[in-house]
């Protein structure tokens, strides 16, 4: 079964910016069409960002024109691009496969705080 391993999150100050890291544990990344996801406590998981084998990609209307999704196929790797960071982006951040969805990660943790 395919696992990720997010990366990359961290403390940061509002305006500031962050790279997220997903290493998959298979070459899942170029076949599917791949997301990052958040969970802010007592809130549902949200998809947040998501990139298609063809690398066509969209956005959630709240981190449209801030975050960026890509992916490298040959590190099996999806990253997120966070720039002008808000308070409200702090969360968990996930991703996985967002058709078919495997066993989800540990995630890595966003906190967005002066």
């Known amino acids: 079964q395919v696992k990720f391993v997010e990366s990359g999150g961290g403390l940061v100050q509002p305006g500031g910016s962050l790279r997220l890291s997903c290493a998959a544990s298979g070459s899942i990344v170029s076949i599917y069409t791949m997301g990052w996801y958040r969970q802010a406590p007592g809130k549902e998981r949200e998809l947040v960002a998501r990139i298609t084998s063809g690398r066509t990609t969209t956005y959630a209307e709240s981190v449209k024109g801030r975050f960026t999704i890509s992916r490298d196929n040959a590190k099996n790797t999806v990253y997120l691009e966070m720039n002008s960071l808000k308070p409200e982006d702090t969360a968990v951040y996930y991703c996985?496969?967002?058709?078919?969805?495997?066993?989800w990660g540990q995630g890595t943790q966003v906190t967005v705080s002066s």
């Open positions: 996985n496969n967002v058709y078919s969805p495997t066993s």
